[in-house]
């Protein structure tokens, strides 16, 4: 049964990796920053999860595949919610999709450019000294 397990586990293994590969090769050559977050977030998560599968598979004690389990769990929770979240700010930070997107659903946001600063004469918070001119050699 080990045999047949360490197999499986390899085969696993194996598929993990492919998927991180394609992960990698697809930072590496999508145009724009939402494919490419798309990439990271969707096969690097499931590579990852396929190589935790394995490590399940040999283990041979609860605690290390309950944190694998565990590990997958948050890799499916955290990994689409986060790249999600980046596509998002990005969009309302204003970069732009690539000229070959078909649609674009999110609404226009016009960004920030410009931060309202207190008046420095109002302002009673303590300033940073600035440090004094240095003297020049030839002078």
Do not use: C
């Not at 499986?8 to 590969?21: D, K, P, R, T, W």
């Not at 090769?25 to 599968?53: E, I, M, N």
């Amino acid at each position: 049964m080990s045999a047949i397990a360490n197999i499986i586990a390899g085969l696993f293994v194996i598929a993990g990796s492919s998927f991180v590969l394609i992960a990698a090769l697809g930072l590496l050559r999508f145009p724009d920053f939402y494919t490419r977050v798309h990439a990271a977030a969707k096969a690097g998560t499931v590579g990852s999860a396929l190589t935790l599968v394995a490590l399940a598979i040999v283990s041979n004690e609860t605690a290390e595949v309950l944190r694998a389990i565990a590990a997958i769990f948050f890799f499916f929770l955290t990994a689409p919610l986060s790249a999600h979240l980046l596509g998002k700010a990005a969009h309302s930070a204003g970069y732009q999709l690539w000229e070959g997107s078909v649609q674009d659903e999110l609404p226009y946001v016009e960004p920030k450019r410009e931060v309202e600063r207190a008046d420095p004469e109002q302002d009673d918070r303590p300033r940073r000294r600035e440090p004094a001119d240095p003297v020049s050699p030839g002078s």
